[in-house]
Structures are given as C-alpha cells and as structure tokens.
C-alpha cells in the first residue's frame, strides 16, 4: 500500500534552516508527482509547491519562493523540502501529498515550532 | 490566486442525517483539457487530510456511497447522506486547475 513516512517534529531558532524528508514507498516514486502543503490554524491549508521526482522540475507557489526548496533523491524515494531564514510565521504543520492534481495519499505531517 | 469559499464554516448535524456542504471558486475550474479538477478531502481530528472525491464526482478507492460530489464551474457541492461518527471532522475543497493550488477554509461537521 501506499504510505509517505515523514520525518519527526522539529523545534527550530529563527533565522536557521531546517529539512524535513518524506520517504515514498508502495508505488513508483518517479511516477507521482510530490506536493508540500503547509497548516496553520489561523491560515488553513496552503499549497507551497510541487516537484517531478523524474526529472526534478518545481513550481512554487510564489508565497513560497526563496522561503521553500524543494528536491527528491531517486535512490530512496524520498522527498526533501528546505525551510530558510526561519519566522515564527513558518511555524506550523507540513505534510507532503502525491498526486499531480489530486492528492491521493498524504505522510502523517511534520510539525515545525521556531521560536528562541 | 483563485479564491475557493466554502460555507458553512460548521455545520451541525444529527447521526443518521444528511449534510451539504458548498464550495465556489472565484473563477472557472474547468480547465483548458476539459477536466474540472476540485477535489474533496475530510481531515479528522489529529490525522492527514484524506481523500474523499476527485475530479467533482468520483469517489476515492473505499470511499463509501454516502458521500456524493457535484456540481460545474464554478459552484460544487459535496453532499454526505446518513451520516455516521466517522465522518465528523474538516472537509476542504481543493482546486488543482490553476496555479497556486488553492484550498477552501473548511467546514467543520460536528454533532448537533
């Protein structure tokens, strides 16, 4: 079956980076595209951007550009998205989800808490 | 960005009832393919958003006959007949036509 395992919660200062992973298994990670969405109480879902595990093509959410990173490596099937220059307004739950348009499956979220 | 509205914010409902929930998107969702992506998702509490309908009215693998999805370009409703405790939580509409991905804010289906 199809399962995307995140990686664990992260506590995190302001101004550093961190790079939560997704690792793909129960399907051909190349065959499905890998979207980053980003929850928030105050602000919902919002979709942050999506990258081809074949060829590693991304688009971004223009919220998002220069805050988000997103790349793949193929030999584990597992997704990476990097956080920069950390907010407390980057504060929130991350999830990753496959699928080019729907979003069948989804990891279990990784929490991010930045804060001194 | 394309905006998606979705209403109630939370609705009550009795076990074994009927709710409907609406989503209308800010511009038409039908895309130049002629594929309407909006996409249905509930999230229960502490767990990922899953899958319910995609593409309007195609419900996901195990995904029961009491949830329906319908409507056309702009206005789409998702309706769950005889409800049962499993399906209280949040439900988004998402749209995937355009760029940014954009998510409705939810409505919360709760007990009356």
């Known amino acids: 079956q199809v399962q995307l395992q995140q990686s664990g919660a992260e506590l995190v200062k302001p101004g550093t980076s961190v790079k939560l992973s997704c690792k793909a298994s129960?399907?051909?990670?190349?065959?499905?595209?890998m979207n980053w969405i980003k929850q928030t109480t105050g602000q919902g879902l919002e979709w942050i951007g999506i990258?081809?595990?074949?060829?590693?093509?991304?688009s971004y959410n223009v919220k998002f550009k220069g805050k988000a990173t997103l790349t793949v490596d193929k030999s584990s099937s597992t997704a990476f998205m990097q956080l920069s220059s950390l907010t407390p307004e980057d504060s929130a739950v991350y999830y990753c989800?496959?699928?080019?348009?729907?979003?069948?499956?989804w990891g279990q979220g990784t929490l991010v808490t930045v804060s001194s | 960005d394309v905006v998606m509205t979705q209403t109630p914010v939370s609705l009550p409902v009795s076990l074994g009832g009927q709710a409907s929930i609406s989503c209308r998107s800010s511009q038409s969702l039908v895309h130049s393919n002629g594929n309407t992506y909006l996409h249905w998702y509930l999230q229960k509490p502490g767990q990922s958003p899953q899958l319910l309908i995609y593409r309007v009215s195609n419900r996901f693998s195990g995904v029961p006959d009491r949830f329906s999805g319908s409507g056309s370009g702009t206005d789409f409703t998702l309706k769950i007949s005889r409800v049962e405790p499993e399906d209280l939580g949040d439900y988004y509409c998402?749209?995937?036509?355009?760029?940014?991905?954009?998510f409705g804010g939810g409505t919360k289906l709760e007990l009356k």
């Open positions: 990258i081809n595990p074949g060829s590693g093509g991304t």
């Open positions: 989800a496959s699928g080019t348009t729907s979003f069948a499956y």
């Open positions: 998402l749209q995937s036509t355009h760029f940014p991905r954009t």
């Open positions: 129960g399907y051909t990670f190349t065959s499905n595209h």
